[in-house]
């Protein structure tokens, strides 16, 4: 059953003093609109772009968004910063209201949009647990029934009687989460506000939403932590400049989010003489080249290093790390190189054919003295991507796993 359905959304914000010199525009739209006409502002509003700098006092800061939600769903929006994910959760909430589109939800709603939502800081941790079981229309004996259940979770059982203006961001989060997520709402709207507590409360938090939606309510949930999103989330829609560029299942979602702001594959990098190349007075790199430059899954990978060595010692110890897209240190390794004459040494690392799963990898490089003393290190210092060659089987997702090995299996 859906229970969310938005359709062509869109809201205008207005940027600078937005009380300041605002008279015209306000009567220039009142002029338009008795005349049935156009809202004459809306043509010169810009895109929701940090990085650009517009000519126009007006944004959107969400532009013709749609996408349906169905019952029991775990939804992740994910996007950059700025993207207008916690602008629609706003107006999912009815915090603030659309410019224009259509929104139909069904079901009470429970929202925790920022630190200490919905709460009065001047009331006890007790006080305000009731005022926000009737904001969501619960009689007092509902309250009641899940009280103690609420206080257990949030670990605030102490500080319950105390005005929760006295409270630190963590105990806000802790009794904020508890309070919308016991409640039984029909639809639970979480943004980013998790972060601000510890790992223990995450990982409930977490566990928590995912009864949540066994007992077939809805969960929209923003955050920058892509785990959490991939374990919790059953779909997912990305958003970029205030519109949904991409929806589908939750790993597809952040695979796709991931692709787009990774940056640009560098498979080499190449200096002709110490004084271009990049490092420090001691360790200069010379070359790193990965060959072939787009491998297949099925392909050898070769990794060739080359660098000037100007430190005392005979022998440098070089060590690598192999980088997903979502930062996981895939393997590790490294090598002892003997120094040469002219203070150049090269040598190269074979990964074989049939082990890297498909996906944007990167290397971070670590140059370390025979005793480890550390002498330099270069972060994101080759990237690539290795592609699948072709399917011949009837699953069309990525294989799970950080690596792929082509194993042997015998049957007797």
Known sequence: MQVIKVEHLYKQYQLGQVSTGTISHDLNRWFHKIRGKEDPYEKITIDNAREEKGNSNYVWALKDVNFEVNQGEVLGIIGRNGAGKSTLLKILSKVTAPTKGNIKIRGRIASLLEVGTGFHPELTGRENIFLNGAILGMTKNEIKSKFDEIVAFSGVDKYIDTPVKRYSSGMYVRLAFAVAAHLEPEILIVDEVLAVGDAEFQKKCLGKMKDVSSQGRTVLFVSHNLVAVKSLCTSGILMER?????????????????????????????????????????????????????????????INFSFWNFSEDQETNLAFDLIDLHEEVIFGTGFKFKKNGDNLSSAS????????????????????????????????????????????????????????????????
């Open 242 to 302: 205030g519109s949904v560029s991409f929806s589908g299942t939750a790993d597809e979602t952040v695979e796709r989010y991931m692709k787009a702001n990774a940056d640009q594959l560098k498979p080499k990098i190449s200096y002709n003489t110490p004084l271009d190349a990049i490092g420090n007075e001691i360790i200069k790199i010379k070359h790193i080249e990965v060959v072939p430059s787009n491998p297949f899954i099925t392909d050898e990978i070769s």
């Open 349 to 412: 690392c074979r990964i074989p054919a049939d082990l890297m799963n498909d996906g944007i990898y990167t290397i971070n490089l670590y140059f370390n003295s025979a005793e480890m003393r550390p002498l330099y290190q270069l972060s994101n210092a080759v990237s690539f991507e290795v592609a699948d060659k072709e399917r011949n089987y009837a699953y069309f997702g990525k294989i799970n796993g950080a690596v792929r090995p082509k194993l042997n299996w015998e049957s007797e």
